[in-house]
């Protein structure tokens, strides 16, 4: 049984003190590790062959930590094929953008991106497909201006 709470001594030394026996035998071990993800109202199965994750010697209680759920979003990403955060901070920087400017032009909120950029949210397959067109395409970016874009843009469909 893997514990669900944030262990407070995660940037201590180990051995932690176990959240289930409450002895100090909680070391950094390497196990096979299922997990489910909820992603835009879908549960994805990921499994995770020598995930890096603190577990107790002595009861066998693993504990979720920040490091783990990085790799377990690490691989969520992968799975779906998302951008990472490394690649969304590198295309704005080559934009030469800033944060809340690109919020402005998808139009989400400057925290949004900036969940993004830290790995705390995941984009969802809508935002990434955005985001893939806004990078990659110089048309889109000359479209998706913000508040100044042409509100009639995409009022009709246009057969050309």
């Known amino acids: 049984m893997a514990s669900k709470t944030q262990n407070p001594q ?6 932690w003190p176990c959240p289930n026996c409450l002895t100090l035998t909680v070391v950094p071990t390497f196990v096979d590790h299922t997990a489910t993800v909820k992603h835009d109202g879908v549960a994805h199965e990921l499994q995770l062959p020598a995930l890096e994750m603190p577990r107790c010697s002595t009861c066998g209680e693993k504990v979720i930590n920040s490091a783990v759920d990085d790799q377990i979003n690490d691989a969520l990403r992968a799975r779906l094929r998302l ?7 590198k295309s704005i920087d080559t934009l030469g953008l800033k944060q809340q400017e ?3 032009r998808l139009g989400v909120a400057p925290e949004t991106i900036s ?4 790995g705390a949210l995941i984009q969802s397959r ?5 985001l893939r067109l806004f990078f990659g395409l110089p048309q889109v ?3 998706l201006r ?3 874009q042409d509100p009639h ?3 009709e469909v246009s057969a050309g």
């Not at 809508?126 to 955005?130: P, Q, R, T």
């Open 83 to 89: 951008l990472t955060p490394v690649q969304i901070r």
């Open 102 to 104: 690109l919020a402005e």
């Open 141 to 143: 970016r000359d479209v």
């Open 153 to 155: 843009l995409g009022a």
């Open 10 to 15: 995660s940037n201590r030394p180990f051995p």
């Open 146 to 148: 913000g508040p100044s």
């Open 115 to 118: 969940r993004w950029l830290n």
């Open 126 to 130: 809508a935002m990434d497909n955005l």
